[in-house]
């Protein structure tokens, strides 16, 4: 267990060459499934699944499961920026979230900038725009909902 938090909060495995122990970087990317908060894994954010038809299970093909990976690990890579104009919108919501919620931390924002990212370029945007800026925001309220 202290090996895997290890690698999900520093993404560094140790290995063990019975000699020396060395510590390498990785770049893996973790999504964990439970029925509830695990004490073991730390996770930096909790999503309480809620399906929409709960007598569908429809089976996901490893050919479709790879497919989404591969789709995700592209989105990872592109680069992607705040255009100056939006980038105080970006900063005031930050300290206005940031004023209502004192629990909120550097990883929460940093989060939210992560998620505002991954939605400009899963939408095939380079550029951070108002509009994506607000799904993020919404997507957030909606997620903190469900924790209630």
């Known amino acids: 267990a202290k090996l895997l938090k290890n690698l999900l909060e520093c993404q560094k495995v140790e290995y063990d060459f ?3 122990k060395m510590e390498m ?8 499934f439970s029925e509830g908060k695990s004490n073991i894994m730390p996770a930096d954010l909790v999503l309480p699944f809620q399906p929409s038809q709960v007598n569908s299970l429809e089976v996901i093909t490893p050919e479709t499961a790879e497919a989404w990976r ?3 690990a ?10 100056q104009d939006l980038q105080q919108v970006v900063e005031n919501d930050l300290v206005a979230a940031r004023q209502t919620d004192r ?7 940093s989060r939210l900038l992560t998620m505002a990212r991954m939605m400009s370029v899963s939408y095939g945007e380079t550029t951070l725009s108002l ?13 903190k909902e469900r924790l209630k």
């Open 103 to 109: 629990s909120l931390g550097s990883q929460d924002l």
């Open 74 to 83: 592209t989105c990872k890579s592109l680069t992607h920026s705040i255009g």
């Open 131 to 143: 509009e994506h800026w607000q799904m993020v925001l919404e997507l957030e309220r909606l997620r």
């Open 18 to 20: 019975h000699y020396y």
């Open 25 to 32: 970087t990785t770049d893996v990317q973790m999504l964990i």
């Open 70 to 72: 591969c789709y995700l």
